[in-house]
């Protein structure tokens, strides 16, 4: 395993004689070998909340209880418990459990149905895949890329992936609640290049938070972080993938 060199304010406390030695010709990378990827607002978002509030609830929502709905989900961001909860919540079920239905409850007309909004988070139906995800996948498996997914999850990914038949591209799957412990952990994207039999260095993390997929970096991994605010089944620009991987060169 590649190991990550220590550094000070400045720089690498130790650096090896041949690392990025002076000269008309820098080092080349390996060429990319693996992709991970992140798996809410990577390639796939839930659908919006006025549709999901509408399934839960049993009685009709107009416009203006929906803003007013969503309202106190915003100011309930804020909430001190609410923010408390957050803290570790993927480490295990029951605390993904709590982070969600916590902030689901500070909105008054939410709270008892805070159980039946998150029984959606685990509804394979109220997941889309971006409308570029099933082809970046494809083209990617294509060209002969191993691929996984590295996820702050309270739940197993796999039947949603395999819902929209998008499940046999991947070879690994790391949830973080199976590791008691959050991105950007290196032992998570550690795990994924061992169990694809590729090394950090030749392998891209794909996600959407710059702390924890971006994080990758200080495990060895090179990264490339998406723009946040992609609309449910829209196009994610995952075209960019190709090009950092050469696929779509």
Same mark, same amino acid.
């Given at each position: 395993?590649?190991?990550?060199?220590?550094?000070?304010?400045?720089?690498?406390?130790?650096?090896?004689?041949?690392?990025?030695?002076?000269?008309?010709?820098?080092?080349?990378?390996?060429?990319?070998?693996? %992709?991970?990827? $992140?798996?809410?607002?990577?390639?796939?978002?839930?659908?919006?909340? @006025? *549709?999901?509030? =509408?399934? &839960?609830?049993?009685?009709?929502?107009?416009?203006?209880?929906?803003?007013?709905?969503?309202?106190?989900?915003?100011?309930?961001? %804020?909430?001190? $418990?609410?923010?408390?909860?957050?803290?570790?919540?993927?480490?295990? @079920? *029951?605390?993904? =459990?709590? &982070?969600?239905?916590?902030?689901?409850?500070?909105?008054?007309?939410?709270?008892?149905?805070?159980?039946?909004?998150?029984?959606?988070?685990?509804?394979?139906?109220?997941?889309?895949?971006?409308?570029?995800?099933?082809?970046?996948?494809?083209?990617?498996?294509?060209?002969?890329?191993?691929?996984?997914?590295?996820?702050?999850?309270?739940?197993?990914?796999?039947?949603?992936?395999?819902?929209?038949?998008?499940?046999?591209?991947?070879?690994?799957?790391?949830?973080?609640?199976?590791?008691?412990?959050?991105?950007?952990?290196?032992?998570?994207?550690?795990?994924?290049?061992?169990?694809?039999?590729?090394?950090?260095?030749?392998?891209?993390?794909?996600?959407?938070?710059?702390?924890?997929?971006?994080?990758?970096?200080?495990?060895?991994?090179?990264?490339?972080?998406?723009?946040?605010?992609?609309?449910?089944?829209?196009?994610?620009?995952?075209?960019?993938?190709?090009?950092?991987?050469?696929?779509?060169?």
């Amino acid at each position: 395993m590649h190991r990550i060199p220590v550094c000070g304010p400045e720089g690498p406390l130790r650096v090896s004689p041949t690392a990025h030695a002076p000269g008309p010709h820098p080092i080349a990378e390996p060429p990319v070998r693996a %992709v991970l990827f $992140d798996f809410s607002g990577t390639l796939f978002q839930i659908r919006s909340y @006025p *549709e999901r509030i =509408r399934a &839960a609830l049993p009685q009709p929502v107009d416009d203006a209880a929906m803003e007013r709905i969503l309202n106190g989900l915003e100011a309930g961001l %804020v909430d001190p $418990d609410v923010v408390a909860a957050q803290r570790a919540r993927d480490v295990s @079920p *029951e605390a993904h =459990r709590h &982070a969600f239905t916590t902030w689901y409850s500070s909105a008054p007309e939410l709270a008892p149905f805070a159980d039946a909004l998150y029984a959606h988070l685990k509804t394979p139906e109220q997941w889309q895949p971006y409308a570029d995800t099933g082809s970046t996948l494809r083209r990617l498996a294509d060209s002969g890329l191993a691929l996984g997914i590295v996820s702050d999850v309270g739940w197993d990914l796999r039947p949603t992936f395999a819902h929209h038949r998008l499940d046999s591209y991947f070879s690994s799957w790391v949830h973080s609640y199976e590791h008691a412990t959050e991105k950007p952990d290196p032992r998570l994207f550690h795990h994924a290049c061992d169990e694809l039999g590729v090394e950090p260095a030749a392998t891209l993390m794909v996600g959407d938070h710059p702390a924890k997929d971006g994080g990758a970096v200080g495990a060895g991994l090179r990264s490339y972080v998406l723009p946040a605010g992609a609309a449910p089944g829209s196009y994610r620009g995952l075209a960019a993938v190709l090009r950092l991987t050469a696929v779509g060169s």
